[in-house]
């Protein structure tokens, strides 16, 4: 199965300051994804990201607060911008691989943020 | 829109105890997914259901999918306390373009 590496694993913040999030795979991928989980809640989409076009988002998320980058089809990044305390969540990239009958979600290991 | 619902939200259960958590969608989907995680840990993958009918188990964990109905199952047999974990199942929208996830259920097994 694919490896994916995210960093941190965790962080504490001064609000108002940014975050920048790290997801390395292991093998080229089209299409990335992140998520926020707000503690104590499932999962929602931020947005979806492609290699060479900008990242879609999803309804409640805007690019000025969370700008993503991907530079190539191993590796994307995500940043929270002018943090308050209600960006304190776990964020998580994921991505989708294998064939159709095969085709799975993998998930990185996740950041736990703490905005203070 | 596609919305997933979950329930129970909470379950609290006895060490070999049977119970089933229910996963319910709103639209056609593609397949389905099963999670665990455990706290302040990632997801791990549990099980993907391709197509009506399909049911997959692994240990104490067995999980069914009717498309028809639009529900699929997560079926917890003799429950240990290893087994306790938040659950969460996942929609694959058309197209395998995203995820839409469930509320989670957090399973407690009690000795």
């Known amino acids: 199965s694919a490896v994916i590496s995210q960093k941190p694993s965790r962080d504490i913040c001064q609000r108002g300051t940014s975050l920048t999030i790290q997801c390395q795979v292991d093998?080229?991928?089209?299409?990335m994804f992140w998520y926020r989980q707000q503690p104590g809640q499932s999962l929602t989409l931020i947005a979806t990201?492609?290699?060479?076009?900008?990242?879609?988002?999803e309804s409640g998320f805007v690019i000025d607060k969370f700008p993503i980058s991907r530079p190539n089809l191993t590796f994307s990044t995500l940043t929270v911008s002018n943090m308050s305390p209600e960006d304190s969540s776990i964020y998580l990239c994921?991505?989708?691989?294998?064939?159709?009958?095969?085709?799975?979600?993998?998930f990185g290991q996740g950041t736990r943020l703490t905005v203070v | 829109e596609l919305k997933v619902e979950q329930n129970p939200l909470f379950l609290s259960m006895q060490e070999g105890k049977n119970y089933t958590i229910y996963c319910n969608y709103s639209?056609?989907?593609?397949?389905l997914y099963w999670y665990r995680q455990d706290p302040g840990k990632s997801l791990e993958s549990l099980f993907v259901l391709l197509s009506n009918g399909a049911v997959k188990q692994e240990g104490r964990l067995m999980a069914s999918l009717d498309t028809k109905a639009r529900l699929s199952t997560l079926h917890i047999t003799a429950a240990v306390h290893d087994l306790s974990a938040t659950y969460f199942c996942?929609?694959?929208?058309?197209?395998?373009?995203?995820?839409?996830f469930g509320t989670g259920t957090r399973l407690l097994v009690s000795p």
């Open positions: 996942a929609v694959d929208t058309a197209g395998f373009q995203k995820l839409v």
């Open positions: 990201a492609n290699q060479g076009s900008e990242a879609t988002y």
């Open positions: 639209t056609t989907s593609d397949r």
């Open positions: 994921s991505f989708l691989a294998g064939e159709f009958m095969n085709t799975e979600a993998f």
């Open positions: 093998s080229q991928v089209t299409m």
